[in-house]
C-alpha cells in the first residue's frame, strides 16, 4: 500500500520536528507538545497549518 501526500507530509514534519531538538531549536517536551499535535492531523489544510505555525513559532524553516 503506498503512502498518501498525507502521511508523507505528517513524517516530513514528524523529521522535521525530531531535526530541531537535535539541533538544539526546540526542547524535548516542546517535540513531544508537536509531535502529539501532529497525530491530530487529518487533512493537507491542517498540514499547512502546521507547517506555518512551524515556520512562526519556531523558526525551524528558513524563507524560501
Do not use: I
Amino acid at each position: 500500500m503506498s503512502e498518501t501526500p498525507l502521511e508523507y507530509q505528517k513524517d516530513v514534519l514528524a523529521t522535521v520536528v525530531d531535526e530541531a531538538v537535535h539541533e538544539g531549536m526546540a526542547s524535548e517536551s516542546e517535540a513531544e507538545r508537536l509531535h502529539d499535535r501532529l497525530e491530530s492531523v487529518e487533512s493537507m489544510q491542517s498540514v499547512d497549518q502546521f507547517w506555518d505555525d512551524l515556520s512562526q513559532e519556531y523558526e525551524l524553516l528558513e524563507p524560501a
